[in-house]
């Protein structure tokens, strides 16, 4: 991850985590890309997707805590139901 991290020339990177729980392996992403220097406010945009409505809320708060630009849905990434659908307050933004 490192390698493809330090050669970043596209404008942003789609980051998809279909199972997103809480948020803990995109909060990785994201501290990873800050430890090299790049913001993931301005080059990282995040789908998050949950069955539990509960624990895709959790991954919305963290997500908008870290100004992480995401859309986090409640629904199954198996069979493509879309319950809800939250955007973070990153995203609207645009920076």
């Known amino acids: ?12 990177i789609t ?3 279909p199972t997103c729980g809480a948020g803990g392996m995109v909060l990785a ?4 890309m800050i430890a090299h220097g790049h913001n993931p ?7 998050c997707t949950d069955i539990d409505r509960l ?10 805590l870290w100004h992480v630009p ?15 659908v939250f955007y973070t307050p990153a995203h609207y933004m645009g920076l």
């Open 1 to 12: 991850m490192q390698r493809s991290l330090e050669d970043i020339e596209q404008p942003f």
């Open 70 to 84: 995401a859309q986090v849905v409640v629904g199954n990434s198996l069979t493509l139901e879309t319950r809800e």
């Open 55 to 64: 624990t895709a809320l959790m991954c919305y708060v963290q997500l908008s």
């Open 41 to 47: 406010a301005r080059k990282l945009w995040v789908q």
């Open 29 to 32: 992403f994201v501290k990873v």
């Open 15 to 17: 980051l998809s985590e």
